[in-house]
């Protein structure tokens, strides 16, 4: 430690807001530098390289290849498949000195599925699983959190190739067999959900998400087992109900009733007895879709009134378009601010505008909604029989209790991080870049791929995140920068010279050390450090000696044990190797 | 091999220019992916982390230590050394969603002096040697040679910070030690240059350059040990002649003579018994220099007329300005082309002009030169006595036959690339962005710096360039993709269930195996394919099986044993091992 680059910081730095990005920056792992980009310092690099070691292990184990791409890449491939246009500005763009378009790779899977196409033409050569792990390029609009949304980052992503469908699940059962490896060899907890795709396009889709109250995404989980995050909950759909004797529709003056609250409250005082509640009103919210090709166009969104549009299920699916919040009454007088009413909406009402419903607006439904006049309202408007809708659309929010899709109990809600993703493509862009072999009997079909994504320099990030107490980092063995922290204390020639035998005996058998050698350093801020830097295994050698003990504590559980010198070595080695 | 990722080409690829390209992309090593862009396919890319294990075990060895910075830049570090300017066109600009403006790195000075600068603040810290193995950005005009000029590419990058002079001196050999082996080890023909510096500033400075004659560099080398690289060449200086006796100058008719050429015949017409040869003549070539901030001026080199102008000697010399061709004779009339002699030129001429010469041109040395009319000639214009000058300047092209400044011997030139480069930067970038330590007195002094790279990713092309013959890639040992091919012919079951106990045996051993277990390619396909790629050693078990041999084949020597099958392994072995 007398000349590792290090300099442990006392304070948090001012721009960590988390735990690991406080710990990492203080513990001189890490150092901020660039908005959303990170400098590895010696004892981080080590723990980045033995997370990258333990996922390039278990992609090799499932028979994956790894090959290596530039992140510099061309347009063109890009433009094929929509995504330099659908990324917006999340995308780093960029010319050359001709004026020719680069852009910043943030996933590779273009470059996959060109490279595949330039050298497999047979079904014989598939299937196949290619890997990488690479720096990726994201212009965050908003990097935060240290090394959990940097604008650079490494992942491992990996593409498979397959020419049958069950052939892609194959290859997706593999993934996801060597994530699990992967996240319990680094000690992570992890809760696989079933996943959107989001602008990916595609199928079959699953997220390893680590649970953390600083995730940014919210999924859920059932008593029974089920969990998915939060854009792919299905909501359960009650059933439709005969239109045969239901009340006929009726307006009321609701005066003042701009908002759920006041029309509950004026609907119940016009109809004492019915104990409306808010989800009995139908909310009709506008939003404007912003599609990739710049054309706008307004939609409403029918829910019940006890429910917020959730705006990330909401972009999910309406996606690659985006979501804008609509302001043009003035363009569109059938649409009465605070009193819209699915009667004018829809390819079949007269305002034209595109209405799509919860999936709790089945036929027969009967709800209180705008009569599209200021102050009016509509009573017993019945679903299917006094109003149509254009589509169902999953974007009301997920509620505590809602019920779980598969029937195994009430839902609850939790934050997490994204740590691995693995995701069934299908034939999307092997038909965009046209990826074809020849099969069994001659003739060209078109390949289906699965794309599968490790956040390495992340799982850095939510290991430490997870993984501290308050006096500092606790690293697992399996990624600890040393196996040992070995320090000497005080001022006694005789137990800087048994330290450095120790440490010798320790390298000796295949064990790294890092010695606190510092000479005139106080026992109490090298045991500071000790705790901060989170080895495994700590090593005390200092006034003990002299009774001919030594100290081995470990980490996690803070224990002690008192060992004999003559002992030291082997009992270091045996806290180690478990 | 029936499953690796991997197809072998029988002709070469029409963009591949030099003998590594075409070797490596024929072999499945590499294939391009956008203008000076590689992809590693899975057995490149495994030469390509064989590479970096030598470069960072020997780095380490050294005891540098390892991290890690972002290739994506804040400007700011970069404008503060005046590189985002000077780096002209090579460097890659972009701008994020904000607008501030990044740059992709192409070298890291800046950010380590920052990182140092962050982290350290006394003598004692120091000596530090940091280095990265990281993917470095240059918007080369003309990417040429597959791998040896991309644009992306990697780099190990290292940089010593020191109090003193003497210790700049220690790390800077102590590098020098570190890159004899690793080139050793890489088993790559290298030669020690002295190296000017260009664009980086500062002082001492040596080229590792592997001779090839595809090479962009030109050095020279002497029988006595001499080397250097065209640019540092210094010139022998004459000595000096005293001014007293020496004729007066005259001026002749000499028309029609724009060139050295023309003018020598003339030259000895007017005075037959002279032997007047082409070094007798000053030349004075007018050249632009591009300055950084934008300003243009005028320059003249005087030279002997033997010798032309070498523009990398030239361009070396004058960086960070750009030279540019003089055309606006029309705004200079002080300067007639084809007859401008240095009586206008430098500070004292009416011209103004700047004039530096050659320094052949020493004070008493006569000339025949331009008399700065068309058709005009002085003759016995005598250096120092007839004109002056602003400076010296090594800017005219070495010869075949130069002495050697150090006195040992003629040198000869030749070609080679550039594979590492140490060089002291000293305090420029130390200077630039303010890294000062206290030292024993508690007095600020700023840091003195070295900067030290290797070309990873070149270093692949140079061993494929060097090692190889007409059948294909022949690679050492320390960095071959696999330590055996391991080729099973034929349709006999028992050849390739030999051949997979073999290979597991092998395995087991330690060594990596490429087998080749295809069962419907002809032994003569994978003859010819064991020897594109490369092993070292290549084991065939084929017919001979049935007599009880297999045969081991060294692809260097091309020698070939046979050995009895129980005995087959252990012959491996002793093959690899040595």
Known sequence: MSSLFLRTLRDDPADAEVPSHRLLARGGYIRRAAPGGFTW????????????????????????????????????????????????DNLFRLKDRRGNDFLLGPTHEEMFTLLVKDLYGSYKDLPVVLYQIQTKYRDEARPRAGLFRGREFTMKDSYSFDVTDAGLDASYAAHRAAYIKVFDRLGLDYVI??????????????????????????FVRSPGGYAANVEAVRTVVPES???????????????????????????????PDAGY?????????????????GTREPLVIGLPGDREVDTKRLEAQ??????????????HPDLVKGYIGPQVLGADGKSGIRFLVDPRVVPGSRWITGANEAGR????????????????????????????????????LARGVEMGHIFQLGRKYAEALDLKVLDENGKLVTVTMGSYGIGVSRAVAAIAESMHDELGLVWPREVAPADVHLVATGKDAAVFEFAETLAGELVGAGLTVLYDDRPKVSPG????????????TIVTVGRGLAEGVVEVRDRATGERTEVPVGEAAAAVLAAVRG
């Open 41 to 88: 310092l010696p004892l981080g690099w080590r723990v980045f390289r033995n997370v990258e070691r333990v996922v390039r292990e278990e992609m090799d184990a499932m028979g994956a290849q790894e090959v290596h791409f530039p992140a510099l890449l061309p347009r063109e491939p890009y433009e094929a498949t929509g995504r330099w246009t659908e990324y917006g």
């Open 193 to 218: 959900v079933s996943a959107m795709s989001g602008a990916m396009g595609g199928s079959k889709s699953e997220e390893f998400l680590h649970p953390t109250s600083i995730g940014e995404d919210t």
């Open 241 to 271: 109900i005969p239109l045969d004797g239901l009340p006929e529709a009726h307006v009321e003056d609701t005066p003042d009733t701009p908002t759920i609250e006041t029309l509950v409250a004026v609907a119940n005082e016009l109809f």
């Open 277 to 293: 509640t808010a989800a009995a009103t139908l909310k009709n919210v506008v939003v404007t879709l912003v599609h990739p090709d």
């Open 318 to 331: 309406v996606s690659p378009a985006e979501v804008e919040p609509f302001t043009d009454f003035a363009a």
């Open 377 to 412: 309202h509509v009573f017993d408007l019945v679903a299917g029989r006094d109003f149509s809708w254009d589509g169902v659309i999953e974007a009301a929010e997920v509620l505590p209790g809602d019920p779980a899709p598969d029937g195994s109990g009430p839902l609850e």
């Open 525 to 536: 801020v090298k045991f500071k450090d000790a705790e901060l830097l989170g080895m495994p």
